[in-house]
Each structure stands twice: as structure tokens, then as C-alpha cells.
């Protein structure tokens, strides 16, 4: 294959990400809106930061470049908000294990699901993809 | 000459690190997962690699939003095991082959693949799991490892295809380097995963078992499998499977399936496993 042959048109590359259902692709346009949050997030890989953010996550969340908006869904720990507004769930993961909340709990959240039914949903062999694989097509 | 003996993949879930560390491996929930791995555990001992090139991705741990490199090269001597906000884990320093990266990397880019070339990095679950699933818990790993970092958390990754012709000119760079060297290289990440979102949860068993079934009967196919149909079928974070394809690249065209395990779950996560090796 030929790079000719292999290259994509960049605007119906992207557009078709917005076809799945459920789902938001961290896409350059995402990288750049959610960059205060997602930088925010990993500055807790830091022991130091972790500990001034559990002191005070108010005070903490005051140091960066954050609106309103995104320290209410940061409080919240509303990860589906967090992510519309473009952040990224590894760099949010460093916000989930501060809290020491088990991850699949977290991921569960975003489901709408009872941590219990998402659970047993894996170990039924997870969500299929049938009729969730896109929107145009019902497929 | 240094030589690619054979290629593994691997799912490298952190939860699998997180069961080994705190000797959970023979709970009924984990020990499925494991027992997949008990063969290429044996076969890597009699093995014996000198050097591994792990092919892996930074999950927002040494690379933030500042720097995004596409192909990061770790040519350090050694690589502190990172802290991703619960404390590094408790798995010995990854020891570097720094004269194999830094010829891998000046070839590579002779080849015209534009490597980041990484002297010093944390490596987070990517490289440390899949250490852990083939050689336990020792007091110091028996290889040497080449970190290969790629892009897959901002899009676009690259593609599969161009993975597969890095993974070509890994193998050139491999072959081209004066010393007597037996090579692995591996593919990490997938398979099915979806961490984010309502559609969280998402696994597909029979994509992700003819994607197996690729790697060693269809690469032609394998190759030209667009972004998108990864992102549909198998999940946000499926689309980790390219990295397999950088592994498979390097082992040339026609490769020998000797194991392959298959489970869902592990966390969130369908875990493949494969051993591969070239056919000359």
C-alpha cells in the first residue's frame, strides 16, 4: 500500500467519530478546549500536589486556569461533564485514584449503570456492540 | 548480527499489575486471566531475549498536553517504574539498551520515521504489566528493555499501516546493528475497551478474535484497518491494538502462531495474548 492509497480526506475522518453512539474521541479540537483540565489532572501524579489537593480542593483548583463550569463537574466528579467539556480519561484517572476509588466503579459512573449491574455486565462478557456501533446506520 | 527472534502481544490492564503486586493472582476471578500466560512464562525462559523492545503507550504519565510525541524512543540507561497517582509499583528499574535504541533510532530516522528520542522517562502499567505477565515477580527483570512510546490517547494516532512499516524498519535498524543479539519485540495494549462515556463497558469477542486470527494468516488485511472501525467495533481504547501491528511489521511476512489466550474481563478490559515468530 502506498501512502497515496492509505490517506485519509481529515474532514470525513473526523466527522465520523461523532457518529457512535456514547462515545466522545479525543480529537485535537477536544485536546486543546480541555488543556487546563487535563493538565490540572495529571499535576496529581504528585505526592506533594495530592496532599494540598486533599487539604483543600477549592484552593487547589484556584491555582489553574479553570472556569466555573469546570470546577463544579471536577467537584462533582462528573466524568461525562468533564469529558463533553474535553478531558481525558487517562489524565482524569489520576483524579480517581487520588479519591482511591477503584477504577471500573468510576468507569461505571459514566453508564448511567449501578456500579453492581456494570459490574456483572463485564462479567457477562461486557456491553455488545450491536446497535451501538453507529448512529446513522442503527447498527 | 542481532537477530528478531519472536514477537508477543499483549493487554497490559493496570488491574492485572494491581493483582499481581498484592498476590491476588489465584483468586477465581484473576487466575483465568493468568493462567494464559503459564506456557510463554516457561517458553521465555528457555527463550532467554537479551533485549526487549516493548511497544507500548504513555497513559498520561511522562508525556502531559505539553509534549505529544508520535514515536518516542527510550535510549536511558535505566527507567524508574511511575508513580500514576497511587504510588509507583512495587516491580524492579527497567534496565535500557542504550547502543541498540540509539542505533535503532538513527536508522529508523535514516529510514525516514521521525523518532523522539526520550532520555529520560517514568514508565507507567504500559511497560511495567506486560513485564510482570511473562516473567513474575524476580528482584531485577532478566532483559534489557527498549521503551517504544506511541501516541494513542490524541487523535489521530498513527495509522495501522504506518505502524506495520515502522515495525519494517525496526527490524532493519534490528539487523543492522553490530553484535550478537537475540531481540523481542512487543505489541501492548487492547484488546476491546471503552473507558469512557455511556458506552462504557463495550467488548467485542469476535472482532478481537479475527484480529488474532490476522496477525498470523491475513496481514494485508490487518494492515489497512482504519481508525474508525477499531473506534466502532472494539471500543475508544481498542484503537491500542495498532501497536500490535508495529510488532507485527518487524517479524516480516509470514509469522507461526505458538500461543494465544484469549479472556474477558479484566476490569474493564478483553485481554488477548499471542506468541509469534518469524518464518524464514
Known amino acids: 500500500m502506498t501512502a497515496d492509497e492509505s490517506r485519509e480526506d481529515i474532514h470525513a475522518y473526523l466527522a465520523a467519530f461523532d457518529d457512535i453512539p456514547g462515545t466522545t474521541v479525543f480529537t485535537v479540537a477536544r485536546a486543546r478546549q480541555g488543556y487546563w483540565i487535563n493538565q490540572f489532572a495529571m499535576s496529581l501524579i504528585k505526592p506533594e500536589n495530592r496532599a494540598r489537593w486533599k487539604a483543600d480542593e477549592k484552593a487547589y483548583m484556584d491555582e489553574w486556569p479553570l472556569t466555573a463550569e469546570h470546577k463544579a463537574a471536577i467537584q462533582a466528579r462528573d466524568y461525562n461533564c468533564l469529558i463533553n467539556m474535553g478531558g481525558n480519561i487517562y489524565f482524569l484517572a489520576k483524579i480517581i485514584s487520588t479519591d482511591g476509588q477503584n477504577f471500573l466503579h468510576a468507569v461505571s459512573t459514566m453508564t448511567g449503570m449501578s456500579v453492581e449491574a456494570y459490574q456483572a455486565m463485564m462479567l457477562a462478557g461486557g456491553r455488545a456492540p450491536d446497535g451501538v456501533r453507529s448512529i446513522k446506520e442503527g447498527t | ?280
Not at chain 2, 505502524?163 to 537475540?182: H, N, Q, T, Y
Request: charge should be negative; glycine fraction near 8%.
Open chain 2, 1 to 280: 548480527m542481532a537477530r528478531i527472534t519472536a514477537g508477543v502481544g499483549t493487554s497490559h490492564v493496570p488491574a492485572i499489575g494491581a493483582a499481581i503486586d498484592l498476590g491476588k493472582t489465584q483468586e477465581p476471578y484473576w487466575q483465568p486471566v493468568l493462567a494464559g500466560y503459564d506456557w510463554s512464562r516457561n517458553w521465555i525462559r528457555q527463550e532467554k531475549p537479551d533485549v526487549v523492545i516493548l511497544v507500548y503507550n504513555d497513559h498520561a504519565t511522562a508525556f502531559d498536553m505539553r509534549i505529544i510525541p508520535t514515536f518516542a524512543i527510550g535510549c536511558a540507561e535505566s527507567f524508574k517504574p511511575a508513580d500514576e497517582g497511587w504510588g509507583p509499583r512495587p516491580v524492579p528499574m527497567v534496565q535500557g539498551h542504550p547502543d541498540l535504541a540509539w542505533h535503532i533510532a538513527q536508522s529508523c530516522i535514516l529510514d525516514e520515521f521521525d523518532m523522539t528520542i526520550i532520555n529520560e522517562m517514568d514508565v507507567d502499567h504500559g511497560l511495567t504489566v506486560p513485564l510482570s505477565l511473562l516473567f513474575g515477580q524476580p528482584d531485577a527483570w532478566p532483559v534489557k528493555v527498549i521503551p517504544l512510546a506511541v501516541n494513542v490517547v490524541t487523535y489521530p494516532p498513527p495509522s495501522g499501516n504506518r505502524c506495520w512499516m515502522l515495525g519494517e524498519a525496526i527490524r532493519r535498524a534490528v539487523e543492522s546493528f553490530p553484535g550478537d543479539l537475540k531481540v523481542q519485540i512487543w505489541g501492548t495494549g487492547g484488546m476491546s475497551h471503552q473507558l469512557q462515556g455511556p458506552r462504557a463497558g463495550l467488548i467485542n469477542a469476535a472482532w478481537d478474535n479475527r484480529f488474532l486470527d490476522m496477525m498470523s494468516q491475513d496481514s494485508q488485511r490487518l494492515r489497512a484497518i482504519p481508525h474508525i472501525e477499531y473506534l466502532r467495533e472494539t471500543g475508544t481504547e481498542g484503537i491500542e491494538m495498532v501497536m500490535w501491528l508495529i510488532m507485527r511489521g518487524a517479524l516480516g511476512p509470514d509469522v507461526r502462531q505458538l500461543h494465544r489466550h484469549y479472556h474477558v474481563p479484566a476490569s474493564n478490559t478483553a485481554v488477548g495474548h499471542l506468541v509469534l515468530e518469524p518464518v524464514r
